[in-house]
Each structure stands twice: as C-alpha cells, then as structure tokens.
C-alpha cells in the first residue's frame, strides 16, 4: 500500500492520473452537454407537435363555423332575393297591368314560407356553434344575445294578417290572382322592407361573428389589422368583442333581452323565497 502512495507521487503517474481525471471530466461535462441538448430537443419537438395540434384544432373550429355561418349567409340572401323578386314584379305589373293580368308573378306562399324557414334554421345553427366553442372566450355569449334578439325581431313581423300570402298568387288559382290596392300595396311594401331589413341585421352579425372568430383562431398566424364594420344606421350597430360592455348595453333596447332579464329576476326570487 505504502509503494503504490509513493508510486502516486512520481511526476509520471501524477500527470498521467492529472490527464485521465481531466478526460473523465471532459467526458462527463460532454455527456451532460449532449443530455441537456437532446432534453431541450425533445421539449421543444413536444411544444412544437403540442402547438401544431392546437392549430389544427384551431382550423377545424373555424372550418366548422365558417360552414354555419356560410349555411345562415346564403339562406338569408335567398329569402331576401325572393322577397325582392316580389316586389319587382309588383313593380313590373304597375307598369304593364294588362300583361300583369294574363301573367301573375311567379313567386308563391309556400316557397316563400321554406326559404324564410331556412335562413331562420341558418341563425339558429350559428347561436349553436357560438354555444357549443363559447369555452374559446365566454365574451361570446353577446353574440348569441344578439342573434336570438334579432330573431325575436323577425318574429314579429309574421303578425296577421298574413301580407304575403294574401298577395302572391295561390297555386291552381292564378287566373283569379289580382294586384293589391293602394292600401295593401303600401303596407306589404313596408312588410317586405321590415322583413328585409331584420334579415340583414341578423346577416351582418353572423359576419361579424365570423371576423371576431378569425382573431380568435386565426390571429397568430395573420397578424394583420382587422377592419370592422361601421354603418351609418345606429340600429344596423356592429358587434365586436372590444366593444363588448356597449353592445350589451344596446341589446338592452330589444324586448327579448327584457323579457328573459325579467323572467332570470323573478325566478330567482321565488326560489330565494321559498329556500327561506
């Protein structure tokens, strides 16, 4: 024992011992190097598959709302064309009464009724997707607010006596179809504004709805401004998330808001009533 101490102390082995603990170390400070090096690896390839799945999420979200969105957009124009094919032919027909006579216009009642029933199915289905992803941001809801508002508005336009299907031709008895008078003519023609107009409201929401979406899913990869809406007519209001506290205080103006505010109130003090 006592020589290989002294055998330790020689220069030679010294420096070879002094080399051989060097090269350990360098070994060892290499493989932790390298260790690091494949953790940090595997971490960012696990962060970059984790973000590459979210986005694919992302798109498929957005695929599916642009389909109902899109679904609601194309109803609302068909309602909205049939209802001003109407009109036109109305318009025709003052010009030309005698042709008008021998010819009714070609639109009818139950055409009407389903293409207005689509589009009403349209909005429906867009307040469903908004329900079914509100987790993506619960400020949402005021779109889904807005939709069902507006539908009640439309709503009220279906109060009798029924204009359009006085007015348009019945199937089997066109030769007995007669022009409106004055009276009728001005009040469907008010109708159909009122019917358009409600319509269209509901039409630009969805669209709005559909822009806000894109910065929700889609912000990070398009990092671009996004211009919004700004109609003149403060009834025809755009809906933004920014704009969140002064949309709901302008959804506050329609009835069905009222109503269903009302109706949460009252409920809720009968149950806190009867729970005492």
């Keep these: 024992m006592w020589n290989f101490v002294q055998s330790l102390q020689q220069p030679p082995v010294q420096a070879a011992v002094i080399t051989a603990t060097a090269t350990c170390l ?46 609601a957009a194309v109803a609302a124009l068909d ?20 042709w008008g006579k021998m010819h009714p216009p070609a639109e009818r009642y139950v055409e009407y009724q389903g293409l207005y029933n689509e ?5 429906i289905g867009v307040i469903t997707v908004i329900e079914s992803w509100h987790i993506i941001e619960p400020k949402l809801d005021v ?56 319509i269209n409201r509901l039409s630009a929401w969805v669209a709005d709805f559909q822009v806000e979406m894109q910065v929700l899913l889609l912000g990070d990869l398009f990092l ?23 949309v709901k205080r302008k959804l506050h103006a329609f009835d069905f808001i009222r109503r269903g505010e009302e109706l949460d109130a009252q409920q809720r003090a009968h149950f806190a009533k009867n729970k005492s």
């Design 143 to 198: 779109f889904s607010l807005a939709i069902s508002a507006g539908l009640d508005e439309l709503r009220k336009t279906d109060r009798a006596p029924n204009l359009i299907m006085k007015a348009m031709p019945f199937p089997g008895h066109e030769s007995s179809w007669a022009m409106p008078d004055a009276v009728e003519r001005k009040a469907l023609e008010e109708l159909i504004d009122q019917k358009t107009f409600e």
């Design 79 to 98: 309602v909205t064309g049939y209802l001003g094919r109407f009109r036109s032919s109305l318009d025709l027909r003052d010009v030309f009464p005698q």
């Design 26 to 71: 360098s070994a060892l400070i290499g493989f932790t190097a390298v260790f690091i090096q494949i953790g940090r690896q595997g971490r960012n390839a696990i962060k970059a598959n984790t973000k590459n799945e979210e986005l694919k999420r992302k798109v498929e979200i957005y695929e599916r709302m642009l389909e109902a969105t899109r679904t």
């Design 119 to 123: 589009a009403s199915t349209g909005f």
């Design 224 to 246: 671009k401004p996004i211009v919004r809406r700004n109609p003149p007519d403060p009834k025809q209001f755009c809906i933004s998330l920014d704009r969140y506290e002064e």
